[in-house]
């Protein structure tokens, strides 16, 4: 793959963004590789300047090592000798003649953006879950957890972002269309526009799930303005829309569908119960609990507007996960798998082997309750599983193990507080991802906001053992919820993943010894 400097000064003519340009020899002059890592460079690369850590000895390196032109918004002495692109934004210019040198792969696959504050991921699985079932396995994956664009073991790999640096992104996707996949699902996260990640993308179907405070803070976005601002870039960009009708700031979700989309292309959906006078719009499909159980959660699809029933995708579905949020997921992607092509039938075989990695995994025991690994991480979530786990365990005892990560989502603190407050009998205060504050002193912050006469507090910083003594204490009918972690194998700590064992791993052990131990007793 290649670009010449003069298809790289159209396209950042066309789009307003080239301030000046130095071209050493000839415009015919191609480049061979693109990256934004002085430590990534091959003859004829194209190096961005872009970040707030980046350093002009970067650039020195670059050249040094092959580099021939740079792209930065402004000119560098390091840079002498090479072609320059003086850009009034990088990171736009990065993704658009990232898209360009990566052949435009976004036109060689049918693309699905997921935005919401919860329930990324977890849709993009079931989606991926159906959709492989009409194109044998052809769906690539871009999620925080695992990333996916092939279909040969070393295809798949754990994800640094829940969605990439744009130049990441479309080496993805042209990996992804050259290896025979057809479709992408990706998670779009706020920062994915307030970065420009997803700068001209174009989604076939995009999804906006729910929106909470949350991802605000230094490193995210100054305010909730501007975190809904950039989740509401999606719908912009989208040419088919499906928005959950029961989403905060409903209104505005709306309208922004309606700015690059007619009304006939934007699917709502809701809970059977949901009812808002205010609400102008049809609701185009409805989902209504059935009995469900420990092991699985059972729901019905129905499609209630004339739009809704040119879908085939009305009738029941089973979920292998708990949680009754995960009702709205599913239902969000069975209409995604619809508007791509399939049928009940089809889309409920699908989704009904999808599991999720570190989220809802549950364990039920003989003698310490039901043990939960979860990615709950944010008010939000943790008001929406200790809810479920009250309601379908008719007022168990609940016992948290969770805390904070460091260095980003302070009000995550307050928000924990607030929901163990409503729901938690017991929590036991730990570790998670500290990086460079003291986890001691966020767990203090989570504490002073709980209500002490309401929920009995444990300090354990080490994770494995709260996780240990949270199962031990546990009682035959109690809920105990491992909240924030997923399935993370390391602690950010202090800039270093730092190995961990994994909550499921350590509460399986746990539950392991002490179910042997109960056994011994037994006899
Ligand atoms: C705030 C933010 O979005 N930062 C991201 C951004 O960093 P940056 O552009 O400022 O780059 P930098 O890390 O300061 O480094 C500067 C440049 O120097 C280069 N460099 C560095 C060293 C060297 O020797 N040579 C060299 O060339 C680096 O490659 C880089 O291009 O670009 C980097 C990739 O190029 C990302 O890794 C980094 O994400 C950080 C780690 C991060 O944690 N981001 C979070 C906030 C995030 O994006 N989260 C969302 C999910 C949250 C949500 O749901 O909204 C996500 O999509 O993952
Ligand atoms: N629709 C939902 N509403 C509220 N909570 C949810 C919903 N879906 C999932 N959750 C909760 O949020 C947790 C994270 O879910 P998931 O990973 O699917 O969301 P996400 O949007 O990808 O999250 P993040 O952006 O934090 O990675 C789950 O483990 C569950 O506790």
Redesign the pocket.
């Known amino acids: 793959m290649s670009i010449s400097l003069n298809t790289c000064i159209l396209i950042l003519k066309e789009h307003h963004l080239l301030k000046s340009s130095a071209v050493q020899d000839t415009v015919m002059t191609r480049m061979e590789y693109v990256s934004y890592d002085s430590r990534d460079i091959q003859t004829n690369t194209l190096f961005f300047c872009k970040g707030a850590g980046f350093r002009p000895t970067y650039l020195s390196m670059a050249k040094d090592n092959g580099a021939n032109c740079y792209v930065a918004e402004q000119p560098y002495p390091e840079g002498k000798g090479m072609h320059a692109l003086i850009v009034r934004d990088v990171s736009k210019a990065m993704a658009l003649l990232s898209a360009a040198f990566f052949r435009f792969p976004q036109d060689d696959l049918y693309v699905v953006g997921i935005t919401?504050?919860?329930?990324?991921?977890?849709t993009a699985y079931f989606l991926k879950g159906m959709l492989d079932q009409i194109n044998g396995g052809k769906t690539a994956l871009l999620s925080?957890v695992n990333n996916v664009v092939g279909q040969q073991p070393e295809d798949t790999f754990k994800s640094s972002l829940?969605t990439p640096e744009s130049l990441d992104l479309f080496r993805d996707m042209r990996n992804a269309a050259d290896n025979g996949m057809t479709h992408l699902v990706m998670?779009v996260?706020s920062q994915a526009y307030k970065k420009n990640r997803v700068f001209g993308l174009t989604y076939d179907l995009g999804f906006f799930?729910?929106i909470t405070p949350d991802h605000i803070g230094p490193n995210e976005h100054p305010n909730f303005a501007d975190y809904l601002h950039c989740k509401l870039q999606l719908l912009v960009n989208a040419r088919k829309c499906i928005i959950n009708a029961q989403t905060d700031r409903f209104s505005e979700v709306y309208a922004a569908a309606t700015t690059t989309t007619e009304p006939n292309s934007i699917y709502l959906f809701a809970d059977e119960q949901f009812a808002n006078p205010e609400l102008k719009e049809t609701i185009d499909f409805r989902y209504a609990a059935q009995e469900s159980d420990m092991v699985q959660t059972c729901f019905q699809v129905l499609c209630v507007s004339d739009k809704a029933k040119a879908l085939e995708i009305a009738g029941n579905y089973r979920l292998k996960m708990l949680?009754d949020?995960?009702q709205?997921?599913g239902t969000a992607a069975i209409i995604g798998a619809g508007l791509a092509g399939m049928n009940h039938d089809d889309a409920a075989r699908g989704i009904a082997a999808v599991t999720?990695p570190g989220?809802?995994q549950t364990e039920v025991t003989q003698e310490h309750g039901v043990v939960v690994v979860?990615?709950?991480?944010n008010e939000?979530?943790m008001m929406?599983?200790m809810g479920f786990m009250q309601r379908e365990f008719d007022n168990p005892k609940i016992i948290v193990v969770v805390g904070a990560p460091g260095d980003k989502g302070e009000s995550r603190r307050a928000g924990f507080s607030h929901s163990l407050n409503v729901y938690a009998d017991k929590v036991f205060l730990t570790t998670d991802d500290p990086g460079f504050e003291d986890p001691k002193q966020i767990a203090e912050e989570i504490n002073a906001g709980i209500d002490h006469s309401r929920v009995e507090v444990t300090f354990e910083l080490d994770r494995a053992k709260a996780i240990h003594d949270a199962i031990v204490l546990a009682g035959k009918n109690d809920v105990v919820l491992i909240c924030g972690k997923g399935e993370d194998n390391f602690q950010k700590i202090r800039g270093i993943d730092t190995p961990y064992l994994s909550d499921i791993t350590v509460a399986q052990q746990a539950i392991n010894e002490l179910e042997g131990q109960d056994e011994h007793f037994k006899h």
Do not use: W
């Open positions: 919401g504050t919860k329930g990324k991921t977890t925080s829940t998670e996260s799930l729910n949680g949020f995960n709205s997921n999720v989220r809802m979860d990615y709950a991480h939000a979530s929406a599983l």
